[in-house]
T-cell receptor, first 116, second 113 residues
Framework: AQSVAQPEDQVNVAEGNPLTVKCTYS??????LFWYVQYPNRGLQFLLK??????LVKGSYGFEAEFNKSQTSFHLKKPSALVSDSALYFC??????????????FGRGTSLIVHP | EAQVTQNPRYLITVTGKKLTVTCSQN?????MSWYRQDPGLGLRQIYY???????DKGDVPEGYKVSRKEKRNFPLILESPSPNQTSLYFC????????????FGPGTRLTVL
């Protein structure tokens, strides 16, 4: 079975500072990992994904994420936060070895608040 | 423009009154799914469909029905809504690859009184 955890319900950071939103996963095989962002009153939007290859993945809006197999983590990062980054962030995982549907499992979400 | 549309965006109804939330995508995606989003619980999958006439239960299917008669449409049906189905609902679609991300609709906020 596949599962994903986002240990922080909320992350607060000052504008201009680096930000990290944490995600850990559990799968039986090699994971496919995704980050999505949800702005207020909007649907989720895809940010980036890790499938294979380079452990550092770059995505939209200056975000990047680092895949760490030994720690089973896929933390989302940005070097310099903007107030406009304030949103709800979801990590998701697919386990190709699960033999189930193509639908991923989502974490509970982390609310990022960037203070001016 | 590639998109997933949902209607209605907002709905207030009463217990027991049947309702349907429509979902349509214009990307020719095989896979479609419905989620509900509740505070503290994140996204939970209700039903999914891997192609026309192929549907299956997700994590929280009780009280919901779906159908997939056409590739582009995947309506969510609440035959007898109850207050615990008050939630924010999202439809999503994707192409048939584990590599591919999902495209989400704008959401439907449902209140059942």
């Amino acid at each position: 079975a596949q599962s994903v955890a986002q240990p922080e319900d909320q992350v607060n950071v000052a504008e201009g500072n680096p930000l990290t939103v944490k995600c850990t996963y559990s799968v039986s095989g090699n994971p496919y990992l995704f980050w999505y962002v949800q702005y207020p009153n909007r649907g989720l939007q895809f940010l980036l994904k890790y499938i294979t290859g380079d452990n550092l993945v770059k995505g939209s809006y200056g975000f990047e994420a680092e895949f760490n197999k030994s720690q089973t983590s896929f933390h989302l990062k940005k070097p310099s936060a903007l107030v406009s980054d304030s949103a709800l962030y979801f990590c998701a995982v697919r386990d190709p070895a699960s033999g189930g549907s193509y639908i991923p499992t989502f974490g509970r979400g982390t609310s990022l608040i960037v203070h001016p | 423009e590639a998109q997933v549309t949902q209607n209605p965006r907002y709905l207030i109804t009463v217990t027991g009154k049947k309702l349907t939330v429509t979902c349509s995508q214009n990307m020719n995606h095989e896979y479609m799914s419905w989620y509900r989003q509740d505070p503290g619980l994140g996204l939970r999958q209700i039903y999914y469909s891997m192609n026309v006439e192929v549907t299956d239960k997700g994590d929280v299917p009780e009280g919901y029905k779906v159908s997939r008669k056409e590739k582009r449409n995947f309506p969510l049906i609440l035959e007898s809504p109850s207050p615990n189905q008050t939630s924010l609902y999202f439809c999503a679609s994707s192409s048939p690859s584990l590599y591919n991300e999902q495209f989400f609709g704008p959401g439907t906020r449902l209140t059942v009184l």
